[in-house]
């Protein structure tokens, strides 16, 4: 099942910024944690993928970890 997100445009008088923001279904299901990071990858123009660069539990880790 795909999830159709609309990409966004912030024009600013100096610079330009996009946006794609995770349907909060995708976030959870892939288990976002605050403050993560993450690392965009293009494999070619009709494909993204995004890719955790945390290597580890708890490595670059900004936000506060969930219990489980």
């Known amino acids: 099942m795909g999830y159709p997100t609309k990409v966004q445009l912030i024009q600013r008088k100096a610079s330009r910024q996009w946006y794609v923001n995770f349907p909060a279904a995708i976030a959870q299901a892939i288990e976002f944690d605050k403050g993560e990071i993450v690392e965009w990858i293009i494999e070619d123009r009709n494909t993204l993928v ?6 580890g539990e708890d490595a670059g880790n900004v936000g506060s970890k969930k219990k489980r």
């Open 50 to 55: 995004l890719h955790r660069t945390r290597r």
